[in-house]
Structures are given as structure tokens and as C-alpha cells.
């Protein structure tokens, strides 16, 4: 079982492979480099969140309609192929945007759907297949060693893409992106090597799992409390995981950094995250939930007012102290965030509330992301001034942190503890990863 975990922790890698560049380095190129819309470039950034709900029925569809004795290996591997189809198409149609804009938008929305639709497509059938193969019992810990080697992946990419564009050129992304492409299909085909087992669950066991788009939001919004987390959660995710589309190109804008400086910026990033978990993995038990939730919080929060005053000062030390906060209070946040929300769910109910989790995740992601590009392209252009764009964006996220903060006060979760399975902190870590 270990060596079928490692191989579902290699896909699990390719899949995250694939968004390392597009989010780090192709975003950065687009904003500051080619002068394209920041609005444009979170649209197309977002799609994997914009197709979220397509989630849900892929994994029926999946379920009944296996494709030689397979239901999940085939639409792993074709999901894969479309992201790395995808990634290694992205430069080209960002240099086209700048040449032919509609031409580009047009050749964009079939590059970027595609990546799009392969992370969805991919991601629910291995995540569905981790959890056939592993079994109640071993699910935590087969999702949790899925989730660290894909944070292990994210830092390794980001450390390479950036040594491969030093010195940038168009030429070097477009190497750059083939290397990772190429790299994490080989991954990916390690990890699919003889995994699954053939008609390795019956249909009707695999359909009595599946929730639709209408049952996970009534599971969220069906009580008072229910709905001031979702609310919750919204702006915070919104808030810390928004910035991920324009924290890159600030990077450029206010300190002039080069693309390989910039790309590192992840690494960074997912070092301290991966740090923090660790962190709220040894407070888990010892200190009340939502006080370690509200320091993740208010971590973050310190992060992005840092980041704002770097912006004024052009400290690239005090930005990367910013990012390190950032990413603190990201990892902190985010897992004890997720441990509340299982507080929430009622028994019997675990499964649709990891759905639940998924949604909310995705939905936060596409608001957020959007959020940022629409606003920081406002800004700049009431202002004429670019800088100014991107410190509105940090500050009205920032802003919606300190209403998440005030609202997390709200939220009791005393009467829904009675009778509820509390999963192990391994598998509340797992869970963060969808």
C-alpha cells in the first residue's frame, strides 16, 4: 500500500506541476512584460475554479461508464494530457495576445480550458481512486502523504522554473515550460503504472458517494451558523488565496524584480506554508480551534500590510517578510479553518461535506482571483498609476480578512460536536488539498 500511495502522490504532483507555471512565471510575463490586462489574465487563470462544478459529474460519469474494466485510470490520464497540452501551449498564446489580441483571446480561452478542464477532469478521479484504494481506514493518511509531496513538488518547480528562465527570454519560458510539462507526464505515467485494480468497486457503491452542486450548498447554508461560516470562509479564502494571480507581477512593478526573482516567490511561499501546518499540526489538541484559526488569520492579515508597506517603501526585505507572513498565516488558517468545518458537519454527512469543502474552495479561488485582476486594472487605470492598482487590491483584501476576523467570533460550534465523527488531524491536513 505504501508504494500505491507514493504512485498516487506522483500524480497528485504532475497535476500541481502543471499550475506552478501558469500561476508564477506566465502571470508575471503577461501583466508586466507583454502590458496584457490584469483582468484578462485572472479570467483565464481561474478557469480550473470556473469549472469546479463540472467536478461532480465527472465523478458519476466516471462511475458508470469505465473503459476497459478502468474508472478512474482513463480520465486521470486524459485529464493529464490536457493540462500538459495546455501548459505547454499557454507562452505561445500569451505572446500571441500581445501581437493579435482578439486572435490570442480566442487560441487563450482553448489553451486555458483545456488546463482547466484537465485539472478537474484529473483531480477527482485520482482523488476518488485514493480513496477507493485506500479504504476508510488508510484515506487520511494516503490524501495527507498525496498533499505533502505535492507542496514538496510546488517548492522543487518553482526553484527550477526559476534557474531555467535565468536569464529571461522568450525562448527560455517556452524551454521552461516544455521541461515541466515533459516532467510531469512522466510522473503522472509512473503513477498510473498498473495502480488501479479492474472493476476495483461496484457502480452502485461507487454512486451511493456522489453529491450534487445543490446538496453541498445545502449542506453549507442549511442553518444560521452554517451560513455565517460559508460567508466566513468566502472572504477568507477569497482574501489569502486571491493574491496568488497579482503577488508575482507586484514583485516586478515595485522592486524591478527579474522573472527568475519573481518565480521564486512561490517557493518561498510554500516553504513557510508547508512550515505552518507543521506548526498548527503541534498546537492541534492543545490550544481551541478557532484561536489558532484566528492567529492563521491574523497572520496573514500582518502579511498583506506588510506587503502594502513595502509597496510605499520599495523594501524588497520588507516584502519578502510579507510573503513569509503570508504564507504562515495561509498554512495556520488554512488547516484550522478545515478543522472547524468539520465541526459542522452532522453524522453520516462526512462525505458531503468534504464536497462541501471542495466547492467552497473553488468558488472562493474564482472570486478571488477575479477579484484581484478586476480591481487592480481599475485602480491603475482611474489612477494612472499601476502600483497603486495592485496596493488597492492588498488592501481590500486585507480588508475582508479583518471582516473574516470579526466573524469567526460568530460562529459556535458547541452544539454540533454531539455525535460527530471527528476525523484525525491527518486527514483535516489531507482534506486542505481539494
Known amino acids: 500500500m505504501s508504494f500505491k500511495r507514493f504512485q498516487l502522490g506522483l500524480i497528485h504532483v504532475a497535476v500541481a506541476m502543471t499550475l506552478v507555471p501558469i500561476n508564477s512565471t506566465l502571470n508575471r510575463v503577461m501583466i508586466k512584460e507583454l502590458a496584457l490586462s490584469a483582468t484578462l489574465v485572472a479570467i483565464l487563470a481561474s478557469f480550473p475554479y470556473l469549472f469546479a462544478p463540472i ?3 465527472i465523478g458519476s460519469y466516471s462511475d458508470r461508464h469505465p473503459i476497459l474494466g ?8 486524459a485529464g493529464l494530457l490536457l493540462c500538459v497540452a495546455g501548459l505547454i501551449i499557454s507562452p505561445y498564446v500569451a505572446f500571441l495576445m500581445a501581437e493579435n489580441l482578439l486572435l490570442g483571446i480566442l487560441a487563450g480561452i482553448l489553451a486555458f480550458g483545456a488546463w482547466g478542464m484537465g485539472y478537474n477532469l484529473s483531480s477527482v478521479s485520482y482523488l476518488s481512486l485514493a480513496s477507493e484504494i485506500s479504504g476508510e481506514s488508510g484515506r487520511g493518511r494516503t490524501i495527507a502523504t498525496m498533499w505533502f509531496m505535492m507542496i514538496v513538488s510546488i517548492i522543487a518547480t518553482a526553484i527550477g522554473l526559476s534557474r531555467m528562465v535565468d536569464p529571461y527570454t522568450p525562448e527560455a519560458m ?5 521541461y515541466v510539462a515533459a516532467a510531469a507526464l512522466a510522473l503522472g505515467l509512473i503513477g498510473l503504472i498498473r495502480l488501479e485494480p479492474r472493476s476495483s468497486i461496484s457502480s452502485s457503491k461507487a454512486a451511493s458517494e456522489s453529491y450534487s452542486v445543490k446538496q453541498m450548498i445545502s449542506a453549507l447554508t442549511q442553518n444560521p451558523i452554517a451560513r455565517i461560516f460559508f460567508i466566513y470562509l468566502l472572504l477568507l479564502l477569497a482574501a489569502i488565496l486571491g493574491q496568488d494571480v497579482l503577488l508575482e507581477p507586484f514583485g516586478a512593478e515595485a522592486f524591478g524584480l527579474t522573472v ?3 518565480t521564486r516567490i512561490t517557493s518561498i511561499w510554500g516553504t513557510f506554508v508547508l512550515i505552518a501546518i507543521l506548526i498548527a499540526g503541534l498546537l492541534e489538541g492543545r490550544v481551541a480551534k478557532k484561536t489558532i484559526a484566528q492567529f492563521g488569520n491574523l497572520g496573514a492579515l500582518a502579511g498583506f500590510i506588510v506587503i502594502i508597506m513595502s509597496g510605499f517603501s520599495h523594501s524588497t526585505g520588507v516584502f ?12 495556520i488558517s488554512t488547516v484550522a479553518n478545515l478543522s472547524l468545518m468539520f465541526d459542522l458537519t452532522m453524522p453520516g454527512m462526512v462525505g458531503l461535506y468534504i464536497g462541501a469543502w471542495g466547492f467552497s474552495n473553488a468558488l472562493s479561488r474564482l472570486v478571488g482571483t477575479l477579484l ?3 480591481l487592480r486594472d481599475v485602480v491603475s487605470r482611474l489612477t494612472g498609476n499601476a502600483l497603486g492598482g495592485y496596493l488597492a487590491v492588498f488592501f481590500i483584501e486585507a480588508l475582508m480578512l479583518v471582516f473574516a476576523s470579526f466573524m469567526l467570533y460568530r460562529i459556535d460550534v458547541d452544539k454540533f460536536r454531539k455525535g460527530v465523527r471527528q476525523p484525525s488531524y491527518v486527514e483535516k491536513v489531507a482534506l486542505a488539498v481539494e
Not at 517556452?174 to 516544455?178: D, K, L, P, T, V
Open 70 to 77: 478502468l474508472r478512474r485510470t482513463p480520465y486521470i490520464l
Open 372 to 374: 484581484a485582476g478586476i
Open 174 to 178: 517556452i524551454r521552461a515550460f516544455g
Open 260 to 262: 527568475t526573482q519573481t
Open 320 to 331: 519578502y517578510a510579507g510573503v513569509t507572513l503570508l504564507g504562515l498565516g495561509t498554512g
Open 55 to 57: 467536478q461532480v459529474a
